[in-house]
């Protein structure tokens, strides 16, 4: 397959950036997306031109670093895959394909496609956690949980933090990503002593951040690569109306 | 010049004598404590943010020390640990089938095929049950059954149902947990965390580790850090083979560059080769994807009986035209041999030419029988994330074609020696999970790494490095130290060496040779010949990316190529030592096969007489031979046998 891509070039986080042309030849459609820019940046390099910064790791969508926004949509055009395990034989020969890094105010560029995400560490120290220090565990056993609960808390515990959904909601907000880890803790019994804190402690450090509102757009749901569902957010409101109805 | 030479003995001073059961009991109350009004004046470094590092440096927090915490990616939560699917055991017996701490600790010494100390395994298998319950209360959603008790299951081929798992995302969700954990410990001010830093050096004082060199990625600024003493967390060296299930960014980098400042490096060449991946769909391959040996459970392995027949759709080939090679050599155990046995037995088959599959690197794992046994919809329930994983990657419909595998490396069980504490031998420097050389001897068993990284990073580390604290305090460190400066100065050099080459060849064309040169050498089968020709390979290609490499830009921010070259010059080092290593290893034992060391019906020989000892190497010097220390393995419980899966 021959391609033409239009990539986001940026030296640096005061650098106003552009989208670049380059002509890709030769795309196996076996190749994975992030093997197809591995390709473009080793003819880069040899041309002498600095090779696209982007974020990746595992290349098996678990780690949650790889976030492209392609032809428009976070992660492209295939439902519930990272952009990682993207495949070029989604694309047909001859396609031009836009490449952008996440855009949104809680997010800055640091170079290229690579953005700071550092925004979703703090709302997760802000409560994202149940307080058991090492040592003072009971035994696992002491406390069943309904099957249910458990396989809906795993649900919401599978996000990865990629930010996708920051990245696809019209407002940048990382209500999605908050409200995951509020059902995954509230679900749980040894999640209910800090339930009313952390939502409220959460959705605090959230907005603190630069994140928007959420406005039931429903765009973060669509583009999630592990399909965490809308209903998490209306747990979140739930949880943090009572909860503030205490205080 | 001999390839190395031959040193003084090395023995573990820290481990108990007597009975086996309360040695770490012992040790535990023999170690020294440190005053809690103390601890808050300490520092210590971790450099790793997996199960190991992010478990310790929470638990190292808890405890009131200031922790210091670093990694390469842009959050702790991303380390590869993530990446572990299958589960992890624990001794709880809640199936009441028999199992036991001594029965674990018997199964991983026997796993590992007598390369492991009796000692540290025992440990692992006592605090495995702690382990569990720690996860539980922080909140990991392990499978559970209808009556909200936790779920088991039987892995890699025990016969005890000891695996606890949250589907195929074991690792992420205890990396969660820890990573939750080290988060609230960084909100208390305890953990101070730098995401996206790279360790590059460690800076010894005094003959203590007292802080490492780091580059910040993102401004690309250097600067050195200190501390009373470092962890080193930094994961297994898999990518020194290019390709493996490993991250991108995994490196040997932080462990090599202690080793080069005196920390002893054990059993390099024993890495792990998983036997079921995607097989390589071409040379774009940038890294190859497990897919959970839970398969095997179900799907049955073979190959064509003729070559001839290779090049055919598996639907057209007959039955009685199919060799169902491991059901055929390994009657007992079947397609449930251990990953070691079914990885060489893959190897062999497409050595024979019957590989399937583009560059016919490749064997059929097949669904149909069981889909016709079963049905598709309990085929779909069990391993249905899986089969959809599968067809994103290769387009292809596992419920319709069988699926394609070939062994990859996974793991390496290789790594910085240390001691019953978990010290290296550079006093300070402690290394903890798949960074050291572990508890796993020649052959990690299935569920054993995730236990392992987070025993050393919960329970045994931040136990035993009181003892070392409490000998402290140590004389106050700063950049204007000398050792410092010539650590900086030391990083500082090989940025801009790098930077100034300016060749004609890129770091992955080098990474990809070195990695080529290593599977076909030192991976699953090693013969004196080819580790020879291997060495001589890998001097010229290092000589030649010294003098050939292209790394653009400059040191001044992010460089991602620059950061890629710098561990690829690592992997070279640390190359040479692993042929070194497993040449000098004239035996087959767990996950390494030397051809010159077999049995009559060609299984693996092992050769305890000559080679039952952790073979840990001094670096002597650039250009010099390393040095082998010698650490004698004594089984006082488990008595070595020959293992047999027929």
Known sequence: ?247 | MSLYTEGEPIRDTKAPDGPIETRWERRRFSAKLVNPANKRKMTVIVVGTGLAGGSAAATLGELGYHVKSYCYQDSPRRAHSIAAQGGINAAKNYRNDGDSVYRLFYDTVKGGDFRARESNVHRLAEVSVNIIDQAVAQGVPFAREYGGLLDTRSFGGTQVSRTFYARGQTGQQLLLGAYQALERQIAAGNVEMNARHEMLELIIVDGRARGIVVRDLVTGEITTEFADAVVLASGGYGNVFFLSTNAKGCNVTATWRAHRKGALFANPCYTQIHPTCIPQSGDHQSKLTLMSESLRNDGRVWVPKRAEDCGKPAADIPEDDRDYYLERIYPAFGNLVPRDIASRAAKNVCDEGRGVGPGGLGVYLDFADAIKRLGRPAVEAKYGNLFEMYERITGEDPYQVPMRIYPAVHYTMGGLWVDYDLQSTIPGLFVIGEANFSDHGANRLGASALMQGLADGYFVLPNTIGDYLATGSFEKVDAGHPAAIEARQQVEGRIAKLLSIKGDRTVDSFHRELGHIMWEYCGMERTEAGLTKAIELIRNLRDEFWQRVRVLGDGEGLNQALERAGRVADFFELAELMCIDALHREESCGGHFRAESQTPDGEAQRDDERFSYVAAWEYAGTGEPPVLRKEDLNFEYVHPSQRSYK
């Open chain 1, 1 to 247: 397959m021959n391609l033409t891509l239009r990539v986001w070039r940026q030296k640096g986080p005061q650098d106003k950036g552009r989208m670049v042309s380059y002509q890709v030849t030769d795309v196996s459609p076996d190749m994975s997306f992030l093997e197809m820019l591995d390709m473009l940046n080793e003819r880069l390099t040899l041309e002498g031109e600095e090779p696209v910064a982007f974020d990746h790791d595992c290349r098996e969508g678990i780690c949650g670093a790889c976030s492209m926004v392609i032809n428009g949509t976070a992660h492209g055009p295939q439902k519930l895959t990272t952009t990682c395990q993207l495949h070029m034989r989604t694309f047909s020969d001859g396609d031009t394909i836009d490449i952008e890094p996440w855009r949104a105010k809680a997010f800055p560029v640091i170079k290229d496609l690579v953005v700071n995400r550092g925004a979703f560490d703090k709302i997760i120290q802000a409560g994202g956690f149940i307080s058991a220090p090492t040592g003072s565990a009971p035994e696992a056993h002491s406390t069943p949980v309904p099957k249910a609960d458990a396989d809906e808390a795993f649900d919401a515990a599978t996000c990865i933090a990629c930010g996708a959904c920051v990245a696809a909601c019209p407002n940048g907000s990382g209500m999605l990503f908050t409200a995951a880890k509020i059902t995954h803790l509230g679900l749980l019994p040894q999640g209910q002593p800090e339930r009313d804190s952390r939502v409220v402690n959460m959705l605090a450090a959230h907005d603190e951040a630069g994140f928007g509102g959420c406005t039931n757009a429903g765009e973060c749901t669509a583009v999630c690569p592990k399909g965490i569902p809308l209903t998490t957010i209306g747990r979140l409101n739930r949880d943090f109306i009572k909860a503030s109805g205490k205080r």
